[in-house]
């Protein structure tokens, strides 16, 4: 899909679908990027069934992204759009703090991570990098990424799990039951009481609460979590 042409300008302009389940956010954004040259909304989701349902009808070439809405969520909705539309452009705009999701969203296929706090100050130079077919991370997350490809022999033990138990593990010491997370997930009770086992397996511990303790010690404790 090919950028649009800005009417009687010549300019390319990039097509933007805002994609977050909070109106007030998305009046936010759409105060800040209104008006910007080479830059138009075309489009809103608030939740993951309705980001798929825009890409699969296209339209647009960027699609700013909140990892934490209703349905399909945070990186395994990053996946299935690098599937589907693998040149669509993705930036995340969320919550969570860079350490969180910043690695794994990158390398589940997003172009750029801004946290909404930094928002205001950064969004439009974030947009316009992406569109441009660059990255946009902050030095903090390409540090990490870095570090990631180096051969480390003390990693921490949430590093080695998968992306959906990293899911259900912060769901879990957010103090989400199983049943919960598999409705939050729309996952089985089974194959979420499965993803628990192996992530006490993985991180050698014997109940929630220690990973609870875990997850506090290493800052990785969330209030909005995907799928919250």
Same mark, same amino acid.
């Given at each position: 899909?090919?950028?649009?042409?800005?009417?009687?300008?010549?300019?390319?302009?990039?097509?933007?679908?805002?994609?977050?389940?909070?109106?007030?956010?998305?009046?936010?954004?759409?105060?800040?990027?209104?008006?910007?040259?080479?830059?138009?909304?075309?489009?809103?989701?608030?939740?993951?069934?309705?980001?798929?349902?825009?890409?699969?009808?296209?339209?647009? %070439?960027? =699609?700013? #992204? @909140?990892?934490?809405?209703? /349905?399909?969520?945070?990186?395994?909705?990053?996946?299935?759009? &690098? +599937?589907?539309?693998?040149?669509?452009?993705?930036?995340?705009?969320?919550?969570?703090?860079?350490?969180?999701?910043?690695?794994?969203?990158?390398?589940?296929?997003?172009?750029?991570?801004?946290?909404?706090?930094?928002?205001?100050?950064?969004?439009?130079?974030?947009?316009?990098?992406?569109?441009?077919?660059?990255?946009?991370?902050?030095?903090?997350?390409? %540090?990490? =990424?870095? #570090? @990631?490809?180096?051969?480390? /022999?003390?990693?921490?033990?949430?590093?080695?799990?998968?992306? &959906? +138990?990293?899911?259900?593990?912060?769901?879990?010491?957010?103090?989400?039951?199983?049943?919960?997370?598999?409705?939050?997930?729309?996952?089985?009770?089974?194959?979420?009481?499965?993803?628990?086992?192996?992530?006490?397996?993985?991180?050698?511990?014997?109940?929630?609460?220690?990973?609870?303790?875990?997850?506090?010690?290493?800052?990785?404790?969330?209030?909005?979590?995907?799928?919250?």
């Amino acid at each position: 899909r090919a950028p649009a042409l800005a009417a009687g300008r010549g300019t390319v302009t990039t097509r933007l679908l805002l994609a977050d389940d909070h109106a007030i956010v998305r009046e936010g954004l759409r105060r800040i990027l209104d008006g910007q040259d080479g830059i138009e909304i075309v489009g809103e989701a608030v939740d993951g069934h309705t980001v798929m349902e825009r890409v699969r009808a296209g339209g647009f %070439e960027l =699609l700013l #992204l @909140d990892l934490s809405m209703p /349905g399909k969520s945070g990186i395994e909705l990053i996946k299935w759009v &690098r +599937e589907h539309a693998p040149r669509l452009r993705i930036l995340v705009l969320t919550m969570h703090e860079e350490d969180q999701y910043a690695v794994r969203a990158i390398r589940a296929g997003a172009q750029g991570y801004l946290t909404k706090e930094s928002a205001p100050s950064q969004l439009v130079s974030a947009v316009r990098r992406v569109a441009e077919g660059r990255i946009y991370l902050s030095t903090n997350v390409a %540090e990490q =990424l870095a #570090l @990631d490809v180096m051969p480390r /022999g003390d990693e921490a033990p949430h590093k080695h799990l998968s992306d &959906r +138990e990293y899911e259900v593990f912060q769901l879990l010491v957010a103090g989400r039951g199983v049943s919960e997370i598999a409705g939050l997930l729309h996952l089985s009770v089974k194959t979420v009481s499965t993803h628990k086992t192996r992530i006490l397996q993985k991180m050698a511990m014997q109940s929630v609460a220690e990973l609870v303790r875990y997850a506090i010690r290493h800052g990785l404790a969330s209030e909005g979590l995907p799928g919250a």
